[in-house]
């Protein structure tokens, strides 16, 4: 179904409505200063979105959905974990990404203060990822819990360098401990030998 006038003008609003905050952030943002800057109005915004808070949760939907195209070239039937988590890695840290995780970082935090700021975004946080990343464990024979508990290991390392090098920007250190911890993935035990080793 084509979009109508009213649709293009949202969505290309939205789009630059993002392009705004993630520049910006989120914690000082109004409305006026907002509208200014992608040469609106404060009321066209409440026109379209209905109230700030609306306009607030679509942003993330939208910051969202970028963070996961960046995903859409990655290798899907690799053989290593070397390969997968080379090749994401390669992805999120590239300079363009920066401001997607930046203004990912600064929604986690606010959220860790205030969860009713931005209802289910720490919820979706963990779980979207795992859910993406665990079916690559599950493939190679690991059980539910296992492969779970492998994507963690994953999620964890990715945030937390993502989280370095936005602060740092020491990407050369950086690189060199994803190196490290990439060639640890790589020597997680196979699925017995994994369950052999489990605490009791």
């Known amino acids: 179904m084509a979009r109508t006038v009213d ?7 939205l789009e630059r409505i993002v392009d705004y905050v993630m520049e910006n952030g989120l914690s000082d943002l109004s409305l006026r200063p ?22 607030l949760a679509e942003v993330l939907i939208a910051a969202g959905a970028r963070q996961r195209t960046i995903f859409d070239g990655l290798p899907r039937n690799a053989t290593s974990y070397r390969e997968t988590v080379s090749a994401a890695w390669r992805a999120m840290s590239a300079p363009e990404h920066e401001a997607v995780f930046r ?14 700021r931005f209802p289910g975004f720490l919820q979706r946080a963990v779980d979207v990822w795992l859910d993406y990343l665990e079916p690559s464990a599950l493939r190679d024979g690991h059980s539910k819990a296992d492969a779970r508990a492998i994507a963690t290991v994953i999620l964890a390392g990715y945030r937390g360098f993502l989280l370095d090098l936005c602060t740092t920007r020491d990407r050369r250190r950086i690189d060199r401990a994803v190196d490290i911890w990439i060639a640890a993935l790589d ?4 699925p017995k030998e994994l369950s052999r080793g489990k605490r009791t």
């Not at 203004?103 to 009713?116: A, H, I, M, N, T």
Request: no cysteine; charged share 25%; aromatic share 12%.
């Open 7 to 13: 649709d293009q003008r949202r969505v290309e609003l």
């Open 34 to 55: 907002l509208a200014e800057a992608v040469e609106t109005s404060p009321r066209v915004l409440l026109y379209y979105f209905g109230s700030k808070e609306q306009l």
């Open 103 to 116: 203004l990912f970082f600064e929604v986690y935090g606010l959220s860790l203060q205030d969860p009713k």
């Open 187 to 190: 020597g997680i035990p196979a």
